[in-house]
């Protein structure tokens, strides 16, 4: 008899032959198996999975703001199973897949029920569909177009579902079902059908809703719970009965989510800052390269919401083919945060499908704050520098203020508050037109001329082209530093900044355009109780254009209202139809809190003598002292030929102040004859504040007044020197 322990090893070694042999044939069938599988997969491969189209352009909280359809018309906005809520998950999976996460595409054990069931009752009753044979119908054409129940079509069906599980993990494969699940009507996907449906994000569902979400494909057409309620309540109830069931939920959750009706809007497209959705399509801003059918805006769905409103608030008080347009951008992040385009995307009269944020159109007096800085820059100026705002002409062109009038000798400040044109077309000589738009487009502002045509002096009153856009991007300067931003509509936009003005000239203009320039009153004092924001009007020749660019600590806005066409529109100026709704945009918007703001170093005040402009130094008797704001210590005297100090005061006599004049027995006028003494070469007689005649110095003049009340007389002459005197007339016959 043989050893016992060679019968043992013998009988080992013949157990492991066998093992292994069985190992080889599980390999080999295996490697059959697996080959087979990618033969058949690269001669009949998955269908490409695209988007067909389909674009959601959204808010940046994800809000969708307009809804592009795909080839087919249907609306979808992809989701990432991370943004889906958790609850939805777990309802999603329990009651249509429990064993997606360990199944590869097809489930034997639903497979051998749903064969059972098949033997029972000699037809398809279930066919065992696994989540990810659901995704097979819905990422491929041909079994979306075959009978759903053909066995035909099951085999093809799994064969799709086992290729997808080769292509893609669990999570992609379930994302394609959250973005492609059909909900009903052209909605498809979790989070389009929550959002249209619930208006609410599917991250923040509740049980109810989540149940009424993973019902909707079941019948998504019989379902629909804008046509449907009653039906859709009805299978939602289905699947909250199925969670407490598997013991998912208590019966307490599940009599809640009974509570809750199925209620829903008629389905409609989203159209909230449609033209912004437009650009940023057209451009193809993607901020999530694995969600190339979402595009994410900059945009505040709060601040969109609010600014829309107010400008579909005043179209009836608008002409008709009036449009309006808005622009609000973050000081600190150049985020757009409202676009509004047109005042009414949905009225075609007024051309509501042409984007005025980005048209180039004159900008009127807007340029003007760049002007007055780039002066104080250059030395020309400080904050009380004399200026003449008298009919001047300029090589033949003679610029003309507004309202038609004239204000005589005025500082800086006070010309720049009332964007008198004389003042700053002469200005921009003294600083020159080309260098003017040159450092304009160093800055971001870009001036556009008539072909052919050069940078001229009419730049300042709007003779070049600008748009909003670039405006607001401008004005940021006036609130960080004198650095201008391009305005950001997508969060992939880069961070551009550009040096248009410097610290303290940005600081002096602000100054002025938000306090009146005035260094007892400084704006960077104590926070006040109001909104402080500095802005300026601008209304472009022939009323084609009317401007109100604003800036706050936080914001920068802008507003554009006028017609898309260019046709004039008498009487509809910055002051009265730009400037109200900004300063209504400004206050709907939260600021913070109020900060006190620090003067640059750049910036100082100096005690200067009026008219001339020059410091005022100790011992020096001034009769008119005025504090100025002084960039760098500069403290310039008035230009040449301004208010020359050591010449005789020019007064005016032919008549008292506080006089009252009646006329001569049988006339109905009254003739007033005076003459100045003390003035030099050309004089101007200005009426209430408009020139009415212009003698040479020594010559009398006649002014004839037919109405009875109170006048203002003054005469001015080139060198800023000026003499007022008011009187009144009565008794006039009417």
Not at 82 to 100: H, I, K, N
Not at 142 to 151: E, F, K, N, T
Not at 183 to 199: D, N, Q
Not at 520 to 525: E, H, L, N, S, T
Request: net charge neutral; with cysteine; charged share 20%.
């Amino acid at each position: 008899m043989s050893n016992p322990d060679d019968r043992t090893r013998l009988s080992l070694r013949s157990g492991r032959r066998a093992w292994l042999k069985r190992a080889a044939v599980g390999v080999a069938i295996a490697v059959a198996v697996t080959s087979a599988l990618y033969t058949a997969d690269a001669l009949d491969p998955l269908p490409a999975i695209d988007t067909d189209g389909a674009v959601v352009v959204v808010a940046a909280d994800g809000t969708p703001l307009r809804n592009y359809p795909s080839r087919d018309g249907v609306w979808r906005y992809p989701v990432g199973v991370d943004s889906v809520s958790p609850l939805y998950l777990q309802t999603l999976l329990t009651y249509e897949d429990r064993a997606y996460y360990w199944h590869p595409g097809i489930n034997p054990l639903s497979l051998l029920r749903a064969a059972g069931q098949w033997v029972g009752a000699g037809r398809i009753v279930s066919g065992g569909s696994t989540l990810t044979m659901q995704v097979a119908r819905l990422v491929d054409p041909d079994l979306g177009a075959r009978p759903s129940r053909a066995l035909s079509t099951k085999l093809r069906q799994m064969w799709r579902a086992v290729q997808l599980e080769l292509h893609f993990s669990k999570d992609e494969i379930l994302g394609l079902y959250l973005a492609r699940a059909p909900m009903g009507g052209i909605v498809e996907g979790a989070e389009m059908g929550s959002r249209m449906w619930l208006g609410k994000s599917i991250a923040h569902v509740s049980p109810a809703e989540a149940a009424l979400l993973t019902a909707l494909p079941q019948a998504p057409s019989r379902l629909r719970p804008d046509r449907h309620p009653e039906l859709a309540q009805a299978a939602r109830d289905k699947v909250i009965a199925r969670m407490v069931e598997l013991g998912q939920w208590t019966d307490a959750q599940a009599v809640d989510a009974r509570i809750e009706n199925v209620v829903s809007p008629p389905l409609r497209g989203r159209f909230v800052a449609p033209l912004a959705a437009q650009r940023l399509r057209m451009m193809g801003k993607r901020a999530d390269p694995t969600r190339p059918d979402v595009v994410v805006s900059t945009l505040d769905m709060d601040a969109q919401l609010t600014v829309e409103r107010m400008l579909l608030d005043r179209i009836d008080a608008l002409p008709p083919h009036v449009s309006m347009a808005a622009l609000v951008m973050d000081n600190d992040t150049l985020e757009i945060k409202a676009y509004a385009g047109s005042a009414d995307f949905g009225d075609d009269s007024r051309a509501a499908h042409v984007d005025m944020v980005r048209a180039v159109r004159s900008p009127g007096s807007t340029l003007k704050p760049f002007l007055y800085a780039m002066a104080l820059e250059d030395g020309l100026i400080h904050s009380e520098s004399l200026l003449l705002d008298v009919p001047m002409s300029f090589e033949g062109y003679a610029p003309g203020n507004f309202q038609a009038s004239f204000s005589g000798p005025i500082s800086v400040a006070e010309a720049l508050q009332r964007s008198l044109n004389v003042p700053a077309v002469d200005l921009l000589d003294r600083v020159g037109p080309a260098r003017f738009a040159g450092r304009l487009m160093a800055g971001g502002l870009p001036l556009r001329m008539p072909a052919g045509a050069q940078p001229n002096l009419s730049l300042i009153l709007g003779g070049g082209g600008t748009t909003l856009e670039e405006l607001v991007g401008a004005y940021r300067g006036l609130a960080r530093d004198g650095l201008a931003g391009t305005p950001r509509l997508s969060p992939h936009d880069p961070m551009r900044e550009s040096r248009i003005l410097s610290p303290g000239a940005a600081w002096i203009v602000r100054d002025i355009l938000e306090g009146g320039g005035n260094p007892d009153r400084p704006f960077y004092a104590a926070a006040s109780s109001g909104r402080r924001i500095a802005w300026k009007t601008g209304t472009s020749f022939g009323f084609r254009d009317a401007w109100a660019i604003g800036v706050t600590d936080k914001w920068t806005l802008g507003v554009w209202v006028g017609r898309p066409d260019g046709t004039p529109n008498p009487g509809f100026f910055g002051a009265n139809v730009a400037a109200p709704l900004l300063q209504d945009i400004v206050a709907a918007l939260p600021e913070g809190s109020l900060q006190a703001r620090g003067r640059p170093e750049s910036v100082s005040v100096a005690t200067v003598c009026w008219p001339g402009g020059q410091r005022v130094v100790a011992g020096q008797v001034c009769a008119s002292p005025r504090a100025a704001w002084a960039l760098n210590s500069t403290v310039p005297p008035a230009f040449a030929g301004y208010a020359e100090a050591n010449e005789a005061p020019l007064r005016l006599v032919g008549i008292s102040e506080g006089s009252r004049l009646r006329p001569v027995p049988g006339l109905a006028q009254v003739d007033v004859s005076v003459q100045a003494e003390g003035g030099r070469d050309t004089l101007w007689w200005i009426l209430d504040g408009k020139v009415v005649g212009q003698t040479q110095a020594g010559q009398s003049y006649t002014v004839s007044l037919r109405q009875n009340g109170r006048y203002a007389l003054t005469v001015m002459d080139r060198q800023g020197r000026y003499d007022r005197v008011s009187f009144e007339i009565a008794g006039v016959a009417p």
